[in-house]
């Protein structure tokens, strides 16, 4: 009886029985039926994702960095996003949209712009801090290859400002933009505005985190997918950013 009571005490301290129990209330049952279009679009980016992944890791070896730094990863702060997403938990959910986006840069920036170096061996020891944020992206666009799709699609750009945005909910901000409290209080609650919020941010990270991965590993990023899964690929991304990598004869 001591046990269920302690049970019952940890999910009521943490209003788990809001992401997950109450009828009419439970979260989770909620988002996953009143949006099921954007959680099945979401499934497909981490089924995709983790298809380029391997396709790195079958391509270039499991000591690679982009393979390692994913394995290191998984399940991946995209998984988690959306686990935290279907509990409630929206503005970590975004955060973790954001350690995403930098764990998968940083392993293009270990494995093409530093490959195999020293800085890399520091970084996995803890013995030395690698780029984040404005300055690791910076360094990818130190090389030629990353300008040049700068100056095709604004990459950069695009990047940064994504990464700005992101981080603007590290420190609770952004809540009159977004209005991400309008249906909520102080539990879990179901907040479509907040759903469909957090899909347009992970459309946008995946589709730069794509053309970040051709660049960095032409076909070589792609060559364990399915081509239905390249159907799909082609379908998430913005029509500028399919045109061009099948100009550069990637996919």
Known sequence: MA????YQKILSALDIDFSDGFEGENVRELALLQKTDLLEKSVTIVQIEESMNFSVFSSLGSDHPSAEIYAMDFPSDLRASIYVLLGGYYRQASLCLRNWMEMRLLGVYFGHT???GDEYKAWKAGTAEGPFGRTLIGRLFSRVEFRRFEEKLNLRSSL???????????????????????????????NQKSVELWYLFAQRVFADLVLCFAI???????SSLEPSEKAMLKHLLPAEYTNELARESVL
């Open 3 to 6: 046990r269920e009571d302690s």
């Open 114 to 116: 530093r490959p195999y």
């Open 160 to 190: 940064e400002t994504l990464y700005s945005e992101l981080s603007v909910f590290t420190h609770g901000g952004a809540l009159e933009r977004h209005n991400l409290q309008s249906e909520t209080d102080n539990v879990p609650r179901f």
């Open 216 to 222: 960095a590993y032409g076909k070589q990023a792609f």
